[in-house]
Nanobody
Framework: QVQLVESGGGSVQAGGSLRLSCTAS????????VYWLRQAPGKERVLVAA????????QYVDSVKGRFTISRDNAKNTVHLQMNSLKPEDTAVYYC????????????????WGRGTQVTVSS
């Protein structure tokens, strides 16, 4: 059974940092593209960052460019999202999702989802 588990969420003040991790069990992520999405209260789930299977292609939503960095450690079957200079508008539940296609795609089909981790940024 494949499980994705997000960790590293919490509450921070504006300007602070958090490092989220997405760790898989029951499946190797080494050939998968991994996406981080977030959902704020009352809003739709949106894509934040993505990384292809070998880490040489990453994408970010404009609002987090220069502040967030996605990376992967295939040896640990984990993908990280380093979030710096956090703002109150970054408050959301953050999810990781996997696409077994491996390369990034605008119409990615997510094969597996984690349950999310809450990030709260206070002003």
């Amino acid at each position: 059974q494949v499980q994705l588990v997000e960790s590293g969420g919490g509450s921070v003040q504006a300007g602070g940092s958090l490092r989220l991790s997405c760790t898989a069990s029951g499946r190797s992520l080494s050939n998968d593209a991994v996406y981080w999405l977030r959902q704020a209260p009352g809003k739709e789930r949106v894509l934040v960052a993505a990384i292809n299977w070998d880490g040489d292609n990453t994408q970010y939503v404009d609002s987090v460019k220069g502040r967030f960095t996605i990376s992967r450690d295939n040896a640990k079957n984990t993908v990280h999202l380093q979030m710096n200079s956090l703002k109150p508008e970054d408050t959301a539940v953050y999810y990781c999702a996997v696409d077994d296609w491996g390369e990034l795609a605008a119409d990615a089909s997510y094969d597996y989802w984690g349950r999310g981790t809450q990030v709260t940024v206070s002003s």
